[in-house]
Each structure stands twice: as structure tokens, then as C-alpha cells.
């Protein structure tokens, strides 16, 4: 069974210029809303379902994050970046990497709404054996000890 899209086909229609109307162009809807949730889910390691495969606390982010990748599926599926007829010329720019790929700020809201930001911690760990017992040498021309370690 297959996963719900965490995006519904009204949230996509309530972002389209013109309603996606019924037949091919609904199930052409329906799988680039389908095919931005599996990128999302990559990339978030997450799925936002309970145990009957039921949607479970999108956060907005990632249901705007999903609609917009959806959008850019449905409306360019061939992933034309200019086209050209007689006089007439029209051209995207700021395509990387095509439909089928996360921007970085789309990547960057997933991360954040899953609660993962740029800043992490790293706990290193000392090749060299701890050794508890402290030994104190005699600095030359003073009464001072200096702490070394064995």
C-alpha cells in the first residue's frame, strides 16, 4: 500500500492559476503530488503517519513544501526551461536540477520542520588512554610542583 501524499489535490488546486480539471489531469495531478511526497519523505527520513498509513501532524511547512513541488511537476513535466515560437520567446530562469529535485530552501524548511537545524554537536574522543593519577614535577629554582600526566 502506498503512502497518502501529504498534500491534497485542493491544496494544489487552491495554488494553480486555473482548478485542475477532471480526468488525465487530475491523475497527472495526483501523481506529482504523490511523487513530491516520496521526495519529501527522503529527504525528511520521516512519514507522518500512524499505524493505519493515515496522515498524522503535517506540519504546514512541509504540506506548502509539497504543493509547491507539485506545481512545479505538474505545470513544467517535461522541465522546459525556454521556449521559442516565431517572435514569441520565453524562458525560466533558476532551474537547477530539474522537477524531480529539492531546491536547497526546500530542503532547508524539511530540515527544520522536522526539528533538524544547520548547528549540531560532535563529541570527540581522545585516542589516548585517560590516566587518573596525577605525578607533579619540580620546576628548577622554585618550590612550585608542575602537574604532568603518565
Known amino acids: ?41 527522503a529527504e525528511a527520513n520521516t512519514n507522518w503517519t500512524d499505524d493505519a498509513d493515515a496522515l498524522e501532524d503535517v506540519p504546514d511547512i512541509i504540506v506548502t513544501v509539497c504543493v509547491q513541488v507539485a506545481k512545479r511537476i505538474f505545470l513544467n513535466p517535461e522541465w522546459k526551461s525556454s521556449e521559442t515560437l516565431g517572435s514569441y520567446a520565453y524562458q525560466v530562469s533558476g ?3 530539474g522537477p524531480l529535485e529539492l531546491t536547497k530552501a526546500e530542503r532547508k524548511m524539511i530540515r527544520r520542520a522536522i526539528g533538524q537545524g544547520a548547528l549540531g554537536a560532535i563529541t570527540l574522543e581522545s585516542p589516548y588512554a585517560a590516566n587518573s593519577e596525577t605525578v607533579y614535577l619540580d620546576v628548577a629554582g622554585t618550590t612550585e610542583h608542575f602537574p604532568v600526566w603518565d
Do not use: F, K, W
Open 1 to 41: 500500500m502506498s503512502l497518502p501524499s501529504l498534500a491534497s489535490l485542493s491544496d494544489l488546486n487552491a495554488r494553480l492559476t486555473g482548478e485542475v480539471a477532471s480526468g488525465d489531469e487530475t491523475t497527472r495531478a495526483q501523481a506529482a503530488l504523490d511523487d513530491a511526497s516520496a521526495l519529501i519523505r
Open 95 to 97: 532551474m537547477a536540477g
